[in-house]
C-alpha cells in the first residue's frame, strides 16, 4: 500500500510536538520518523508475529545466498575454513583493505584472489605472509582473528 493515510492520535502528543518543533501546520515527518525508527529497531524482536519473523529468517538467508553463495559451502585455506560471508581484512599503511568470501572465492574489489596474492596486492606487490597480514571475521561474529592464530589452533585440534 502506497499513499497516506490517517491515523487519530491524541491532541496532547500533537500539541507537544507542535510546541517542540515550532511548526504547527505540519508534524507528520516527525511521527513518521518515529515509527519508521521503531519498526527499525523492533524488527526482529518477539513482539512480531511468527510468520513475520520466519518470513524475514528466509528473506535474510535468500539474500545472503544471493550475495554470498551457499552457507555450508566456502573457501579452505590449508587448515583454515572460510564460510561464504566471511569477511577478510588487511592494514597496510594504516589504511584497512577488505575482502570477503564469494562463491567459494576471495573477493576483494570484485576480483578473485587466493590469500597470498590478494596481501601481495594490497602492499604493492612486495612478498608479504598472507598469515600475519589477514585478519578474519566470521559471519555472525564481531571480532576479529588473526589467520595465523586461527591457523595454529586448528593444527592443534587435528
Do not use: C
Not at 43 to 65: H, I, K
Not at 145 to 156: F, I, P, S
Amino acid at each position: 500500500m502506497t499513499g497516506q493515510i490517517a491515523i487519530l492520535i491524541d491532541a496532547k502528543l500533537h500539541n507537544e510536538l507542535v510546541l517542540r518543533t515550532r511548526k504547527a501546520d505540519d508534524v507528520t515527518g516527525f511521527i513518521e520518523h518515529a515509527i519508521e525508527t521503531f519498526l527499525e529497531r523492533t524488527a526482529e524482536d518477539d513482539l512480531w508475529s511468527e510468520d513475520y519473523l520466519e518470513e524475514l529468517r528466509e528473506s535474510e538467508m535468500d539474500g545472503q545466498s544471493a550475495k554470498y553463495g551457499d552457507q555450508k559451502k566456502g573457501f579452505q585455506w590449508q587448515t583454515i575454513f572460510l564460510p561464504n560471508g566471511t569477511n577478510l581484512k588487511i592494514t597496510y599503511k594504516g589504511r584497512d583493505y577488505l575482502a570477503d568470501v564469494r562463491n567459494q572465492k576471495i573477493v576483494a574489489d570484485g576480483v578473485e584472489h587466493t590469500p597470498s596474492e590478494w596481501a601481495r596486492r594490497v602492499a604493492n606487490n612486495t612478498n608479504r605472509n598472507a598469515w600475519r597480514d589477514i585478519w578474519i571475521q566470521f559471519k555472525g561474529s564481531s571480532q576479529w582473528q588473526l589467520a595465523d592464530a586461527l591457523r595454529w589452533v586448528e593444527k592443534e585440534v587435528k
